[in-house]
């Protein structure tokens, strides 16, 4: 069932709207089922315009945030310290003190 033409961008800006500030407080999972809208939809007039490009500039500064945080981690872990185990080089020696 098609959008209402008024109603088409203003429904889809808001949907990723709500979906964007879900990932900016930290729940990612709303981003996972996001699909681009049809492309049959109505050109965006300047005020839809306009809340688009400030959508994008938000998805681009939570994609810095995010590879920023990814790229710690991963060093993170790449310079975890790890327990490195080897046999003993010489057996183990026990003195009996009670003779």
Not at 35 to 46: F, H
Request: hydrophobic share 50%; glycine share 4%; net charge negative.
């Amino acid at each position: 069932m098609p959008l209402p033409a008024d109603l088409a961008w203003a429904i889809v800006l808001d949907d990723l709207d709500a979906r964007l500030a879900a990932a900016e407080a930290g729940d990612l999972s709303g981003l996972a089922g996001w699909t681009a809208p049809a492309e049959d939809l109505p050109a965006m007039t300047a005020d839809e315009s306009a809340r688009a490009a400030v959508i994008a500039e938000r998805q681009a500064r939570l994609g810095d945030v995010l590879r920023v945080r990814s790229t710690r981690a991963a060093h993170a872990r790449s310079t975890m310290h790890r327990a490195s185990y080897r046999a003993a080089d010489k057996p183990a020696v026990y003195v009996d003190q009670a003779l």
